[in-house]
């Protein structure tokens, strides 16, 4: 009876959620509203910040209307106006990251992802720790532009129809002895080797009965070789768009968070724009990705490949190679579409790194190309919606206009679609991230304003005497546990707004824990539920939950130790982690 009970709770567990906890964290708001008035409003934050929290975890709801919960409770509640709550919906990262995904969905438009992708594999090569390699490099080039779950779902069809090709030979042969009904076999374990016993039914000889073991012995082992390769393939794309999303500020959600919170909470400091979070995170992408495939190449092909591999034998390479060449020759010649495409994105890429050199110094004027412009005006957001908006305009292919008409052409002179238009964005837009990037400034602003965060700042300080490099370590970990079970932008929503509220604390530069904590999060490898792409490779099957858990633990330790070393070395010229900066002092709880 408590088995059934428990049982159908378990099947209700998003519904026993959404009444308990709310009930359940009533008290926090109902105490303080009646007994100590003047720490309601704190005490109402916290509650709004405890429900989004489970609410996230758990997945409730969909995590876009979990997002919409400040706009509800913090004007009930008495926490903030409806008013100052909804503009922040609508931040500068967001518009960002509006036009940043304008431009990644006219890259996969125009089949730009899938050219760039198969280009890099031919270069690299069809070896399997080259091959390896390749998915690896495309991938993660890919994320750094254009969403992980984008990526994962393009590279994944790819490396499951280069792997039939490399076995292609091995499937023939499995089912030339499956369908060969004079022989039955039946597997037999003799002193823990795997023999095959072959019943002889029409006739055959004896020299021809010993050699069917023989046979299907090798096959056997090809068999189980295949399914550590593709496994190994598999989790190589979703490793590769997990770590190459964290070197780009517009990579992933989480980047995106940090660089807009460290604005809002911290108004005065210099803030992070695409070059400083390019130069301090892309380096350590390349290190953990280059050891992410030294493990999982190690792991699945083994420190040399087998003699009589199938998959190493010049026929397959060849057969692989050609298939992916074949494909390759299908998209034709780079189009006029294509050539647009790459032009706008390599402007904007040359646009955002140039438009402030912060290691030039012009006094209160911007050393990059914004030095003509009013200072602080021109955000990365700008040169985003710059190209976004050109994307629309700019033609698809030469206009049929004078000149440019072609000589054969007998349609009528008239303008030609732009390389973008608004209904192909729309469907490909996730909208539901703006909503849980805006929610996440909506959950700082609120811990801001009621007071939350000067009363959290005041509890953190009693942790001043732990050395910072710990505290960050810790941190990080702990982000990237709360990670592998509920999203990514989730956690760090939940946790950068009172991560700069700790380094205020402690008195620690709010750039040695934030921007750690926003990396940290897309370090998400054990489980398939952590990140859309270990979803969606982990769908395709042949992965096990307990592989990703072998696998992903050590890259979760790897990773997490790589930024560790970053963040003391490169994080020391470009965010000063040493010093407490003055914009980061707090009148509530002073550091000197």
């Known amino acids: 009876m408590g088995y059934n009970v428990l049982k159908e709770l378990w099947a209700f567990r998003r519904s026993v959620i959404f009444w308990f906890i709310p009930i359940a964290a009533s008290p926090l708001p109902m105490y303080f509203g009646v007994a100590e008035k003047d720490f309601y409003k704190e005490a109402a934050c916290a509650y709004v910040v405890i429900i ?44 960002l990251f509006l036009g940043g995904m304008m431009v990644a969905v006219a890259i996969e438009h125009v089949n730009l992802h899938k050219r760039i992708a198969l280009k890099v594999l031919l270069i690299v090569g069809t070896q399997p720790r080259r091959l390896m390699l390749g998915f690896m490099l495309a991938t993660a080039f890919l994320s750094m532009w254009i969403s992980n779950t984008a990526t994962t779902a393009m590279m994944t069809p790819i490396a499951a129809a280069v792997m039939s090709e490399l076995f292609k030979d091995e499937d ?13 076999l039946d597997a037999i374990d003799v002193e823990g080797k795997a023999l095959v016993n072959v019943i002889a039914r029409n006739g055959l000889t004896e020299e021809q009965e010993s050699k069917q073991p023989e046979v299907h012995f090798v096959n056997e082992k090809v068999s189980s070789r295949r399914q550590s390769m593709q496994k190994g393939i598999m989790l190589c794309i979703a490793y590769a768009a997990n770590i190459g999303g964290t070197a780009t500020l517009t990579g992933t959600g989480p980047n995106r968070i940090v660089a807009e919170l460290m604005g809002n909470i911290f108004p005065d400091s210099p803030g992070i724009d695409f070059a400083t979070w390019f130069f301090f995170a ?13 493990w999982l190449s190690t792991l699945f092909v083994g420190y040399r490949c087998a003699e009589g591999c199938a998959c190493c034998g010049e026929k397959k390479k060849s057969g692989a190679e050609d298939f992916i060449r074949k ?33 030039v110094d012009l006094g209160e004027r911007q050393a990059g190309w914004t030095y003509f412009f009013t200072p602080g005006y021109v955000t990365d957001a700008t040169p985003a919606m710059i190209v976004a908006f050109a994307l629309f305009m700019f033609p698809s292919r030469l206009p049929r206009f004078l000149c440019c008409r072609s000589k054969d052409d ?32 909506a959950l700082a602003d609120g811990v801001e304003k009621s007071g939350l965060s000067a009363w959290l700042g005041q509890q953190f300080s009693k942790l001043a005497g732990i050395e910072a490099w710990i505290i960050c370590l810790i941190v990080c970990i702990g982000v990237a546990v709360i990670t592998e079970v509920a999203q990514n932008s989730t956690s760090t929503s939940i946790f950068i707004p009172i991560l700069a509220q700790m380094a205020r604390g402690i008195c620690v530069n709010p750039y040695y824990l934030m921007v750690p904590a926003g990396i940290s999060a897309s370090f998400a490898f054990m489980l398939p539920v952590a990140t859309p792409p270990n979803a969606i490779v982990f769908s395709y099957g042949g992965i096990k939950v307990s592989d990703m858990v072998k696998t992903g633990f050590l890259m979760n330790i790897t990773s997490l130790l790589v930024l560790m070393v970053m963040i003391n070395t490169l994080g020391v010229p470009i965010y000063d982690i040493n010093t407490f900066p003055p914009w980061a002092n707090d009148t509530s709880t002073p550091c000197f």
Not at 282 to 294: C, H
């Open 282 to 294: 892309a380096p350590g992408m390349v290190i953990t990705l280059f050891i992410a495939w030294l």
């Open 52 to 95: 989004m929290a489970f609410y996230w975890m758990f997945e409730v709801v969909p995590i876009a209307v979990t997002a919409l919960i400040p706009l509800i409770l913090y004007p009930v509640m008495g926490v903030q106006p409806s008013g100052d709550v909804s503009k922040n919906y609508l931040k500068d990262t967001i518009a």
């Open 327 to 359: 494909v390759y020759n299908e998209l034709g010649p780079i189009s006029f579409a294509e050539g647009a495409v790459i032009f706008h994105f390599v402007l904007l890429v040359f646009l955002w790194f140039f438009r402030d050199l912060k290691f």
């Open 410 to 441: 007998e349609e009528k002179p008239g303008p030609v679609p732009g390389l973008l238009d608004w209904r192909t964005f729309h469907t490909k837009m996730p909208w539901h991230i703006v909503l849980l990037v805006g929610s996440g400034y």
């Open 172 to 184: 023939k042969l499995t089912e030339e002895v499956e369908s060969n009904e004079a022989v039955e």
